[in-house]
């Protein structure tokens, strides 16, 4: 079977504020101060298992220039515009009707356009056996994390039996928890972070859809027949929105009960708070991430400086501040009190 | 005698960096959020004892169109363009020769063009006696502000006789001294601040710069022969460098033994450094003191937020901070910090 790479790119990163907002979100972003976009190094995390004409990338109609700028190399008709944001269901939807029409026998990944992994090679080691399992299995696989922590700011996969690194029945997907319940999962050994990657063939996810989600697999099959045709993007204007707004695990994880797990300590982290994109940049002596152009450090420890704005920046005397700086908009705050970030974005 | 009001305007004022910087420095700046610049507010204390036609402004040339702008009643051949900072002697001598030159019986007052004054009637009343005085006496009058705390940020005039609000022979004039020596000037009763006001008659000027000065009034009667031509510029681009460079106070101040002092208590302010434009800001419940188009606080306090920048600013977490920012310029600093800003400024 011929692999390929759905790319979900539409989100909006609101907890990254005010250096990812609504016109340019956190995927699209050097977040870590590496030199490429996050977007950019999902796609580069998985050319070991798939060409690159095979990736696709859905977003939002605002971001397809973005996308086509950060990944010139993706075939333009493969970055697939939301007319408006629908959740993840008619999103991964959407993707996989077109890959089914290019190719009905085609092996599909969806992954998230933000997160992080560093263990890049046993990544690609875990994506080859999913790929291999849904060659010749109608099973979704689902990628879980091994628990570094008791995060609560994730939700969690609960696996069948206590077997890392092999594919094994998932017995429930559970909700971000509270402490003492992600404390609990973390002892029993059989819990794992969702990174929200999915791995099926292009006729496992169909079915599941009508089986799970049959009004929008209906939406698709009325779409799809506009597929390649010049009116195509009219008519996925006019039908998309009409798609029921809902994700991907309300649709169809939580119900369907043919769902597998592989898991794997890939360090990975959804960089959802500037406290995780904190931890994975370099440090100095003092336990100071900067992203910045000119930013110049007195008598400061442990803060996170993202200057996108080209500025000398002098911080003298901050301790476990996050001082983010991008277009009109300056935030300075502790790392402790990040939760409050959306609700300033909000504003 | 025609009174005439000259204000230096040359200064870069690097401690309210980055607001104020050398491109425009803190007299060009509404530092204090009111709506007008120190430089204005200058101008509209001394609008009581001059006619409009009799203000003077001695800036450097990078400054004149600013000038001119901010004060576009004052007539433009009054803005006076030093090609060089040479200090305040030559300043001075320059705008009194010019002012000689169109009428050499006129009563002069010089001054700084970015001090505060809160408690400008009595300040008009300390200027007309001091105009008066000087109508009638070939001295010169400084201004010399009752002391309210045992400041070592300013020099001292120390006055032969404690006689508040009369005019009285100075004894000597004191640099920034050490706070045990400031703790004493206090308790002494004689010693008041210098402001840096002069006052006297265009015939004393002259006589004290040849007396004490006369390198500088040498330049001057050379530089006066083209006053009013076409290549008046010229000669004081060619002639105005090659003055000795020193301050009015070292110049003439100390050694001069005919000067005396009328000392107020004028609410008044060099407005030398954050901390001291705090303290005439406008205070939040909070005891924040604000300027910006949208600068939001959220568990902060006694901090001083200056954002001349119209950006979205929002703050959490901080107690006893300046945030000032300004073009590509951010300062995050504790004010008990501030005397590092000049290090910051000139890197």
Same mark, same amino acid.
């Given at each position: 079977?011929?692999t390929h790479?759905?790319i979900m790119a539409?989100g909006?990163?609101? @907890?990254l504020?005010p250096?990812?907002?609504p016109?340019?979100?956190?995927?699209?972003i050097?977040?870590?101060g590496?030199? @490429?976009t996050?977007?950019q190094m999902?796609?580069?995390?998985?050319?070991? $298992? +798939?060409?690159?004409?095979?990736?696709?990338?859905?977003t939002?109609?605002?971001y397809?220039d973005?996308?086509?700028d950060?990944?010139?190399?993706?075939?333009?008709?493969?970055?697939?515009? /939301?007319?408006?944001? @629908?959740n993840t269901?008619p999103?991964i939807?959407y993707a996989?009707?077109?890959?089914s029409?290019?190719?009905?026998e085609?092996?599909?990944?969806?992954t998230p356009?933000d997160?992080l992994?560093?263990?890049?090679?046993?990544?690609?080691?875990v994506? =080859?056996r999913?790929?291999?399992?849904?060659?010749?299995?109608?099973?979704i696989?689902?990628v879980?994390?091994?628990?570094s922590?008791?995060?609560?700011?994730y939700?969690?996969?609960?696996?069948?039996e206590?077997s890392?690194e092999?594919?094994?029945? $998932?017995?429930?997907?559970?909700? =971000?928890p509270?402490l003492?319940t992600?404390?609990?999962?973390?002892g029993e050994g059989c819990?794992?972070w969702?990174?929200?990657?999915? $791995?099926w063939?292009?006729c496992?996810?169909?079915?599941?859809? %009508? %089986?799970?989600?049959?009004?929008?697999?209906?939406?698709?099959?009325?779409m799809?027949v506009?597929?390649?045709? /010049?009116t195509?993007?009219e008519a996925?204007?006019?039908l998309?929105?009409? +798609?029921?707004?809902i994700s991907?695990?309300?649709a169809?994880? /939580?119900k369907?009960?043919?769902?597998?797990?592989?898991?794997?300590d890939l360090?990975?982290s959804?960089?959802?708070?500037?406290g995780?994109?904190?931890?994975?940049m370099?440090?100095?002596?003092?336990?100071n991430?900067?992203?910045?152009?000119d930013?110049?450090?007195f008598?400061?420890?442990?803060?996170i400086?993202?200057?996108?704005?080209d500025e000398m920046v $002098?911080i003298d005397?901050?301790?476990?501040y996050?001082v983010?700086?991008?277009?009109n908009r300056?935030?300075?705050?502790?790392?402790?009190?990040?939760?409050?970030?959306?609700?300033y974005?909000a504003?």
């Amino acid at each position: 079977m011929d692999t390929h790479v759905v790319i979900m790119a539409g989100g909006i990163g609101s @907890r990254l504020w005010p250096v990812s907002t609504p016109s340019v979100p956190k995927q699209f972003i050097d977040i870590l101060g590496v030199g @490429r976009t996050l977007l950019q190094m999902t796609v580069e995390r998985f050319i070991p $298992v +798939c060409k690159m004409e095979n990736f696709w990338v859905v977003t939002s109609e605002k971001y397809v220039d973005m996308v086509h700028d950060q990944l010139p190399d993706i075939p333009e008709e493969h970055i697939l515009a /939301e007319p408006e944001a @629908r959740n993840t269901a008619p999103c991964i939807a959407y993707a996989c009707w077109k890959i089914s029409s290019v190719n009905p026998e085609s092996n599909i990944v969806v992954t998230p356009a933000d997160a992080l992994v560093l263990n890049t090679s046993k990544f690609t080691e875990v994506m =080859k056996r999913a790929l291999s399992y849904t060659e010749s299995h109608d099973s979704i696989v689902t990628v879980g994390i091994v628990p570094s922590r008791p995060e609560t700011g994730y939700g969690y996969i609960c696996a069948s039996e206590i077997s890392e690194e092999n594919i094994v029945k $998932v017995s429930s997907f559970k909700e =971000k928890p509270d402490l003492p319940t992600a404390k609990y999962y973390i002892g029993e050994g059989c819990y794992f972070w969702n990174a929200g990657i999915f $791995v099926w063939n292009a006729c496992t996810i169909s079915s599941q859809f %009508r %089986r799970f989600a049959p009004q929008i697999a209906s939406v698709m099959d009325e779409m799809s027949v506009y597929f390649g045709t /010049e009116t195509e993007q009219e008519a996925v204007r006019k039908l998309f929105p009409s +798609c029921e707004k809902i994700s991907i695990d309300y649709a169809i994880m /939580e119900k369907s009960d043919d769902i597998y797990v592989i898991s794997a300590d890939l360090g990975w982290s959804d960089l959802g708070s500037w406290g995780s994109v904190g931890s994975y940049m370099h440090k100095d002596s003092e336990g100071n991430a900067i992203v910045g152009r000119d930013v110049r450090m007195f008598g400061s420890k442990n803060c996170i400086v993202h200057d996108d704005s080209d500025e000398m920046v $002098v911080i003298d005397g901050l301790d476990g501040y996050i001082v983010a700086h991008k277009g009109n908009r300056l935030l300075i705050c502790r790392i402790s009190e990040e939760q409050k970030i959306k609700d300033y974005s909000a504003k």
